[in-house]
């Protein structure tokens, strides 16, 4: 079902998967362990630009703070959920990370 963006904070707040205009989340299963609902995703536009992630495993919310245009300041503005535990801000690259490994994923080994 779609809703307008000005109901996607309620979403988000509430880690149910929605549709927006531009705007939209999915629940993202753990790859490395097979653990599904692994972190919750919510998109500006599609896949290449995370705006908001949260970890089940850590209990933790994720936020990007790459530069982005207008529009995408809006949708992070109209899904932003308040009342979350702190933010950890994230480069768009290792927001990538994260939804592809979780936070292990930030995690690199010293050669």
Same mark, same amino acid.
């Given at each position: 079902?779609?809703?307008? @963006?000005? @109901?996607?904070?309620? &979403?988000? &707040?509430?880690?149910?998967? =929605? ?12 790859? @490395? ?7 919750? +995703? +919510? #998109?500006?536009? @599609? /896949? %290449?630009?995370?705006? =908001?992630? =949260?970890?089940?495993? /850590?209990?933790?919310? =994720?936020?990007?703070?790459?530069? #982005? ?12 959920? %308040? ?7 994230? %480069? ?5 990370? +994260?939804v592809k490994n979780g936070p292990v994923g930030l995690i690199t080994p010293i050669n």
């Amino acid at each position: 079902m779609k809703i307008s @963006n000005c @109901n996607a904070r309620c &979403q988000v &707040q509430s880690l149910k998967e =929605f549709k927006a205009n531009n705007i939209w989340s999915e629940w993202v299963d753990d790859i @490395n362990t097979d653990t599904p609902d692994a972190r919750y +995703v +919510v #998109y500006s536009y @599609n /896949t %290449h630009w995370p705006l =908001f992630i =949260f970890d089940v495993r /850590t209990d933790t919310w =994720f936020e990007n703070t790459s530069k #982005y245009g207008v529009t995408t300041s809006k949708h992070k503005t109209q899904c932003y959920p %308040h009342g979350a535990s702190a933010m950890h801000p994230l %480069h768009v690259d290792d927001m990538i990370k +994260v939804v592809k490994n979780g936070p292990v994923g930030l995690i690199t080994p010293i050669n």
